[in-house]
């Protein structure tokens, strides 16, 4: 579908970009995971598009947005900063020791994703050949080794592609580990909560105890929290929190 030298000329070949071709700076981003697009590689960015789309979902738009060109910008600071340290401090030619060039790729960055919502969702099942049901939790597994074997058997620059394109996931892990975990209907309340909370500033409502219909207006030092238990996220003050019938 693509011809690879057209794709090459939009890697991030970190040598290339020293030499002027600033472009593949913000053109890597677009090139495929893998050189070559065939019908595996569609049904893989399909995936991992749903995947992306149900990371979203969970975390809220600006956390997903931050989680994804954090990645992006770290893989591309690490291959650059890595490029000139190789190039212009030990002076080591790495294209000539290994026959390959230094090029940035977004596969490990799509396979952030996957862990990420391993972690969020550990006992969700995915259907591996669309056949078989496996939890996420045994695949995370699976990838982290192969994570591992393509670290330990990359050349220096494959390794720093690797590793700066997991540090968002690592601050990711790191900052949600007892982070609840949703199932799909509480994940579904969530967003409803956050809906209704826009809706509320929006419309300066504010907050209001179904219960004893006492507002954050008329008693601001009231506490109020939505109930996780009962149906249409209704709101209760701190008095009424523990003690209201669930409905």
């Given at each position: ?136 939790k045994y695949l995370s597994i ?106």
């Amino acid at each position: 579908m693509f011809q690879p030298k057209i794709l090459f000329m939009l890697t991030l070949d970190p040598a290339a970009v020293m030499h002027g071709q600033v472009w593949r700076l913000f053109t890597w981003i677009i090139t495929p995971p893998v050189f070559g697009v065939d019908i595996f590689t569609i049904i893989m960015l399909i995936f991992y598009y749903s995947l992306g789309s149900l990371l979203e979902r969970t975390i809220g738009t600006f956390l997903y947005n931050l989680y994804m060109f954090s990645s992006m910008l770290f893989t591309m600071i690490g291959i650059m900063l890595a490029h000139i340290f190789c190039t212009y401090i030990i002076r080591y030619d790495y294209v000539s020791s290994t026959g390959y060039f230094a090029y940035a790729s977004t596969y490990y960055i799509l396979m952030s994703i996957f862990l990420a919502i391993a972690v969020c969702y550990p006992d969700m099942s995915v259907l591996y050949a669309m056949i078989i049901p496996i939890k996420m939790k045994y695949l995370s597994i699976l990838y982290i080794v192969i994570i591992a074997y393509y670290f330990i058997n990359e050349t220096f620059m494959g390794r720093v592609n690797i590793a700066m394109s997991l540090v968002s996931f690592v601050i990711f892990y790191l900052s949600t580990k007892n982070f609840r975990k949703f199932s799909p209907k509480q994940m579904k309340r969530r967003r409803n909560y956050n809906r209704q909370v826009r809706t509320a500033k929006q419309g300066n409502i504010g907050h209001r105890c179904v219960v004893c219909g006492r507002t954050d207006k008329d008693y601001p030092d009231l506490q109020f929290r939505y109930c996780s238990k009962c149906t249409g996220n209704k709101e209760y003050c701190q008095d009424h929190l523990f003690t209201h019938t669930h409905n």
